[in-house]
């Protein structure tokens, strides 16, 4: 095989792993699309179980409304979590396949929109919304069941207990908030800084493992062409 031929058999290869990562990170953002709507589906269905009439003289519906919290939390980490694979995949794209593409530059041009004009184009105001919608609703349901398990402890004192549900609860809220909240501002507001250097230093690791497998008459060679 000529080097001609090599070079078109590994071009169209990294076109092909270019095509497959797009569509990959237009998954992860249909995927976010269906978690947050699945999510709101099941916290809309807990909360009207718990509002129903025929629920009205069961105790425990603040433990019921904290389900509610643990799914939007939960919910909410996995949009957060798909948000971070868009971005650590585009960050690939730029450093590994864009980077030997003359016109196929579409998050290196994307990149470059987002820092010229990041309030203009609205950047990060989709993934912004969602977080924080999802974060007034866990907070929301959290002071609800707090109400509701407050209630029971007044009509019930012998349920005292119940009060660890809000101790235990609070914290749990609060770090998870802040951890997706840590996580949105580290992994999408600023993923050039937290993965393109990363992937720079892998990259460069494998250039100089390559270099030391060939054979030193070539690498000379190659050293010589560069300078």
Known sequence: MDETQRDQNNLQEL?????????????????????????????????????????????????????????????????????RSIFRTASYLRTFDESRLKLVRWETRLLRL?????????????????????????????????????????????????????????????????DIWRTHRKCVLKHAETFDPLWNRIKVEEANAAKQELPSHITQAQDDKRA
């Open 114 to 178: 987002r820092v010229l004009a990041p309030h203009d184009e609205g950047y990060g105001l989709a993934s912004g919304y969602q977080l924080v919608t999802f974060a007034f609703l866990a907070v929301v349901t959290y002071v609800l069941g707090t109400i509701y398990i407050w209630q029971d402890v007044q009509a019930f004192p012998q349920l005292v207990a119940y009060l660890a549900g809000p101790i235990v609860m609070f914290p749990f809220t609060l770090w998870n908030l802040y």
């Open 15 to 83: 076109l092909f792993e270019h095509e497959q990562l797009r569509k990959e990170i237009l998954q992860n953002e249909t995927i976010a699309l269906q978690i947050m709507g699945a999510t709101a589906v099941l916290v809309t269905a807990i909360l009207g179980a718990v509002f129903s009439q025929a629920n009205q003289e069961i105790i425990g519906e603040g433990f019921l409304v904290y389900v509610a919290t643990f799914v939007t939390l939960f919910g909410l980490n996995q949009i957060i979590d798909r948000w």
